[in-house]
């Protein structure tokens, strides 16, 4: 019988991964100020074309801008927390799911450990 497990996946960090996550965060950042900056744009656009309660339309779109805002912190905090972060490190980069083949008599305790995949500059340099 197969299932499928979690298992967890590390960087190691370089040089290039310093580079390459940084350059992934200040463009979400980017992307996230554009889209801030065209939600104030068809804010502005609706409050003139409708006859509905302006305060209305604000709120929503003063809401979703909020949540981009926020988003915005997050990644300049990872930015932030990025430049202190020394090289060899590990990081979490999420997790992938495997399957794996059990059988009767196999020991469910090592089944069930957690697993992990170490990739260092996009190559695999361990799986535990």
């Known amino acids: 019988m197969k299932i499928i497990?979690?298992?967890a996946v590390k960087q190691i960090v370089t040089?290039?991964?310093k580079a390459?996550?940084?350059e992934e965060y200040e463009w979400k950042v980017f992307k996230l100020e554009q889209e801030c900056q065209?939600?104030?744009f068809e804010q502005k656009k609706l409050e003139q074309r409708s006859s509905k309660n302006k305060a209305d339309i604000a709120l929503k779109f003063q809401?979703?801008?909020s949540n981009r805002k926020d988003h915005i912190k997050w990644y300049?905090?990872?930015l932030e927390q990025l430049e202190i972060l020394p090289i060899g490190s590990e990081i979490s980069d999420g997790e992938v799911e495997a399957m794996v083949e059990?059988?009767?008599g196999m020991n469910w305790n090592e089944l069930v450990d957690q697993k992990t995949?170490?990739?260092k500059d996009g190559i695999i340099t361990k799986i535990t």
């Open 5 to 7: 497990r979690k298992v």
């Open 15 to 17: 040089d290039k991964t």
């Open 20 to 22: 390459q996550l940084k």
């Open 38 to 40: 065209q939600l104030l």
């Open 63 to 65: 809401k979703e801008m």
């Open 76 to 78: 300049k905090y990872k």
């Open 102 to 104: 059990i059988e009767e």
């Open 117 to 119: 995949i170490v990739i």
